[in-house]
């Protein structure tokens, strides 16, 4: 994927604190979601192996089915070189990573896809 769609793809993703009550604030999170060029091939466990050989740190990684029993994989992810994390969706056919706080850095997105 090339800078330019990567930085659009990153430009749609959000973070934001929302303030619930005069005390109290809720994370939303807007994920920024790509399709694969070419669909991911062979079950969830593969996908799964694939990124715990990734260098960064994962943490929190399951491998679900959902209802159609289209396979994919959801990962919370440690980035130790910015200090950063974020979490994947990771289904056959396309990727979602929601930041996961305000200050998720494009040079974390991007070292990540």
Do not use: C, W
Request: aromatic fraction near 10%; hydrophobic fraction near 35%; avoid cysteine.
């Amino acid at each position: 994927m090339d800078t330019e769609a990567l930085r659009e793809a990153f430009d749609a993703s959000r973070f934001e604190m929302v303030q619930t009550a005069p005390t109290g604030e809720i994370p939303t999170a807007t994920p920024a979601a790509f399709a694969f060029d070419e669909p991911l091939e062979g079950p969830a466990s593969e996908v799964q192996a694939a990124i715990d050989g990734h260098d960064d740190a994962f943490i929190d990684g399951d491998t679900e089915v959902d209802p159609d029993s289209e396979s994919y994989v959801r990962t919370k992810v440690y980035d130790d070189e910015t200090n950063e994390f974020l979490k994947t969706e990771s289904h056959t056919d396309s990727l979602r990573i929601v930041p996961a706080d305000e200050g998720f850095s494009f040079e974390t997105f991007r070292r990540f896809v």
